[in-house]
């Protein structure tokens, strides 16, 4: 309710700064000043409504609201009137508290952020600091980044997506001594890195997809062999 009411405002004072005397806009916004216990810009809104329409039905019965209201004799002569002040009391405690609740809210989303984000940075530490891969797959040349730690199925997925064309591969580093070593497991990735690290490109390294085999080579070599077998066969 408190932010329906902070809508009416904002969209009346709009209405205002274009034409300063828009009756329906000061009525509306002293409304929503009344119903947020803004009592002083509330009667302001009313008597400038007034003053610039004094005919207009809803500024005169906005300007009479802030009017004191004459007790009605019971008995007794006790008044039957509430005091208007418990009243606006009552609707800034209401405000005071749906504040505290949007603030709270706002405080419950900012730590569940800041809890993530530091899951997500644990987590970046345990997989090491990234490093830079150099792919290459004959004359076909991929860069992308990548965990120290990743692990090696993750690794092949992430070839296999650099290469869609490559169904089936065989991955090497260039050592120190420039030999080429296979690379089948976590510990000889982390292995290729030190590698790398300890060379001339330091914090890069080359992997070398050595026996390529693209999906149009196999899809040859199997009717090649379907056809040696039948040729087999018929002898």
Known sequence: MLRHWADVVADATRALKISPKNVDALVSRGRAYQATGQEKKAKVDAQAAAASDSSNEAAK?????????KPIAGL????????SKAASKKGSADADAEEEARKKQAAQILAARQEAEARRQAQQRSWGPPVTVKAVAGADVRTFVVPTMIAH???????????????????????????????????????AVAAAQSGENKGKFILIIARAISVTSCFIFWLFWLFWLSYVWAI
Not at 76 to 83: E, I, Q, T
């Open 153 to 191: 199925k993750d690794l092949m997925t992430a070839l296999q997506k650099k290469f869609p064309d490559t169904s089936a591969f065989t991955v090497r580093y260039s050592a120190p001594d420039g030999t080429l070593k296979n690379v089948n497991s976590r510990h000889d990735f982390a292995t």
């Open 76 to 83: 007794g002569g006790m008044s039957l009137d509430k005091p």
């Open 61 to 69: 019965a906005l300007l009479e609201s802030f009017e004191p209201k």
